[in-house]
């Protein structure tokens, strides 16, 4: 028995866990027990499927689960590091929509094509399947779905007699974020993402940009903050913010921001459509049974202040653990998850914005008053025409090409700064443009 104990210790490193000679002899008619580590990013929804993680478990007794949580930037450094250096640590990837299509193409991604005959990929809302697929093939599966909307205290807005327009324009938001305000007591006209991070403030300042004309690259290639499109979307954000913004607001993002508003510190907050069942959840939010919601505001220019994401689950490419990791995605992203979810939590708090059958379910409409709004922003965002002007990417709130994580990045970094006082929006602007412009040169664009 100990020759053969060292001997599956030897193979170890090819992902099969063995949990030692006793219950070798005693486990049938699995001799061992495969380890998924998964990597996933630290909000609601996400902690929400590691409690429910028995469910998966007890169906699949011969496969254990190992949870890496991670802050969204950082999960972001962490998970695109070690795949692009095959690294192998995560045998389940928790991704954007941002990667999935850049990955799948330089072969860093399994394609799913094994998750199962009742998984029903034809379910998939299409902007949201097209996101996640290339050439046809499914390269990850989306666990939720989101725009992002306006969410807003409906007492504050009766107290202060204003309504609120289903599609509100930046000019009524501001003024309302005015009158809204009230500093002594700690209430804020609004909250809007600044901690630096290209899925996090740049998220929201490139759908905000988009509804003001500007956009991040000409048809060739040149970068475009230099423009006066861009000048107006950052100094209406600083303003706005200086002005009915919460203190410490370049800090924020959305987990501070949800913070925020479910203690009753927002007038109004837009940010990811996922976030409603929280803000109306009556166990996390003090404010639950007075929040309105309407569409990211515009210009009037034809495109909203509204962005279009999935938190996607996806395979290394080279993993020695494909089946059990397609069980467990089919098992996290199915149907029966959703029903799961409904069971424990109630309908309003399953995962949004991927399948079309949740948007049919009367018990879900009846429960989440915010669902047909999410569907329209879902709907209204267009990845292949994001911007007033032509661009040569695609992506609403990022352009769709390798180096955008890293500009993205440099550039929220500029535009934090702008917010916390630390740069001027024109400088802030100057040095976005110039990092830009050279980290495009150095990539070769035009390509």
Not at 99 to 113: F, G, R, S, Y
Not at 374 to 382: E, P, Q, R, W
Not at 391 to 407: C, K
Not at 440 to 445: C, P
Request: glycine share 8%; hydrophobic share 45%; charged share 20%.
């Amino acid at each position: 028995m100990k020759h053969l104990v060292r001997a599956l210790r030897g193979v170890a490193f090819l992902g099969v866990v063995f949990s030692g000679a006793a219950s070798l002899m005693a486990a049938s008619p699995s001799l061992a027990e495969t380890t998924l580590t998964i990597a996933t990013v630290n909000n609601a929804d996400m902690i929400r499927m590691q409690g429910l993680t028995d469910d998966f478990t007890a169906k699949n007794p011969d496969i254990s689960v190992k949870w890496v949580t991670l802050e969204e930037n950082v999960l972001r450094q962490r998970v695109t590091t070690d795949i692009a250096t095959k690294g192998g640590q995560f045998d389940v990837l928790t991704i954007g929509t941002y990667e999935v299509p850049i990955w799948a193409k330089q072969n860093w991604l399994v394609p799913l094509d094994n998750l199962g005959p009742d998984y029903d990929v034809s379910d998939l809302l299409p902007k949201i399947r097209d996101a996640v697929s290339v050439g046809g093939k499914l390269y990850a599966a989306p666990f939720y779905g989101e725009s992002s909307m306006m969410m807003y205290r409906t007492d504050l807005f009766q107290k202060a007699g204003l309504t609120m327009p289903e599609q509100p324009t930046w000019d009524f938001v501001i003024d309302a974020a005015k009158k809204l305000t009230d500093k002594s007591s700690e209430v804020y006209g609004i909250c809007l993402r600044g901690k630096a991070g290209w899925g996090e403030n740049m998220a929201f300042l490139t759908a905000m940009a988009n509804s003001y004309g500007a956009r991040w690259f000409d048809e060739k290639w040149v970068p475009q903050f230099n423009s006066p499109e861009w000048k107006k979307t950052l100094t209406t954000y600083v303003d706005l913010m200086k002005q009915a913004g919460p203190p410490g607001a370049s800090s924020n993002g959305f987990n501070e921001n949800l913070a925020l508003f479910n203690a009753g510190k927002c007038a109004m907050w837009i940010d990811a459509t996922v976030a409603a069942s929280f803000v109306t959840n009556p166990k996390d939010s003090r404010v639950a049974d007075k929040v309105g919601f309407a569409l990211a505001p515009n210009t009037g220019l034809g495109k909203n202040a509204n962005w279009l994401w999935a938190w996607n689950l996806a395979i290394p490419a080279g993993s020695k653990k494909v089946d059990a990791a397609e069980k467990f995605i089919a098992w996290a992203t199915g149907k029966s998850y959703t029903e799961l979810v409904a069971a424990k939590e109630g309908w309003a708090n399953v995962p949004p914005g991927t399948r079309t059958s949740l948007y049919q379910n009367p018990e879900y409409l009846k429960a989440a008053p915010f669902a047909k709004l999410t569907l329209a922003s879902i709907d209204s965002a267009d990845p292949n025409h994001p911007t007033v002007k032509p661009v040569p990417y695609v992506g609403v709130q990022y352009a769709a090409i390798p180096e955008f994580q890293g500009l993205g990045t440099t550039v929220g970094q500029d535009f934090s700064a702008a917010l916390s006082g630390a740069m001027t929006v024109d400088a802030a602007l100057a040095a976005a443009q110039s990092s830009t412009e050279r980290e495009m040169k150095r990539a070769g664009y035009p390509k």
